[in-house]
């Protein structure tokens, strides 16, 4: 498995389309910031990232620190980082976000249609959709994505149509269909994340860029694809035929931190899934990360979770 997907299955991304919003000009929907809203959405997720899609018309995207975006039919605007923002029929409008309507309908039913606006115009539609994830111990992609990125002209592609099909499947309300528009908002967020990373430019230095990068891509494949060995900067360089003094430059300059921190920093958050999801001991749990001592562990772990190992399980599944 590569990296990438690594970490993906890793965080635990769950996903919903919650709004399908119809307006008619003048009109403001905010979104809240993602920590006040995440838990009564996805309970159990610590992160919230936001994005829409522009099914008709046109927008603006307002938010705080960053210029006003203009949006049209076929752009999916993507927040990974949970800030606050309002779409509005014209730049600068705000309102106080409606926070009673992110949470899951008592009826389960999504996504939920708004309407919304005054009546001097058509407006626009569009959907909105979410994605929980785990922020902690380590998530390196929420890291490497900026507050906000744009893909355009996707009406009639392959993004587009997971919203289409998403909207028919909330239509026709048919068995598994809550399932199935889950899986849908997850992929889409997946493959808006792989259209950012080929959108790239070359000068870029984060860990997405990272992976298409020849020595730290294939430094970070070996570090995910066997996280318990005993590794070196030493046997990490020579895995990837490239000396420790540039491995390791060139892996700090993508990554933001050397090659044996980014593994312990990884061992955390693959211990994390093993005790969330297995029944087995903390030493076994230690081993399979990499760890021949329990204490060991078990105090790096909680440096990076700022709880113990059985206690992090404890406070997980009380609240599954």
């Known amino acids: 498995m590569d ?8 965080v635990r991304l769950t996903g919903a389309f919650f709004f399908d919003v119809r307006t008619a000009d003048p009109w403001v929907a905010e979104t809240p910031q993602g920590t006040a809203i995440v838990d009564a959405m996805f309970p159990g997720s610590e992160h919230l990232v936001s994005y829409h899609l522009i099914l008709a018309g046109r927008c603006w995207l307002r938010l705080e620190g960053e210029p006003d975006l203009e949006l049209v039919a076929g752009d999916i605007v993507v927040l990974p980082h949970g800030d606050t923002h309002a779409l509005s029929s014209s730049p600068g409008l705000r309102r106080s976000p409606e926070m009673t309507l992110y ?39 929420i890291a490497a994505l900026p507050r906000v990125f744009r893909l355009s002209d996707h009406l009639g592609g392959p993004l587009g149509a997971y919203f289409h099909f998403a909207l028919a499947e909330s239509r026709d309300a048919r068995l598994g269909g809550a399932g199935v528009l889950n899986r849908i908002s997850e992929l889409m967020f997946v493959d808006a994340v792989r259209r950012y990373l080929e959108g790239l430019p070359d000068h870029d230095a984060t860990w997405l860029a990272g992976l298409r990068d020849p020595y730290v891509g294939r430094a970070l494949t070996a570090l995910h694809r066997e996280p318990a060995r005993d590794w070196t900067l030493e046997s990490l360089a020579r895995s990837v035929a490239l000396s420790r003094s540039a491995l390791a430059e060139r892996f700090a300059e993508f990554v933001g931190q050397p090659p044996m921190q980014y593994l312990a920093s990884w061992r955390m958050q693959l211990a994390a899934k093993h005790l969330r999801n297995s029944a087995d001991g903390i030493a076994a749990v230690a081993g399979r990360v990499g760890y021949e001592s329990e204490a060991a562990f078990s105090r790096a772990f909680k440096k990076a979770t700022g709880a113990s190992p059985g206690e992090w399980r404890a406070r997980q599944r009380a609240s599954a």
């Open 3 to 10: 990296p990438l997907s690594d970490v993906l299955q890793a």
């Open 103 to 141: 949470r899951m309908p008592k009826d389960g039913k999504l996504p939920v249609a708004l309407a919304m606006g005054g009546t001097e115009g058509s407006g626009a539609h569009f959907v909105c959709g979410f994605v929980g994830c785990d922020a902690r111990p380590f998530n390196p992609l």
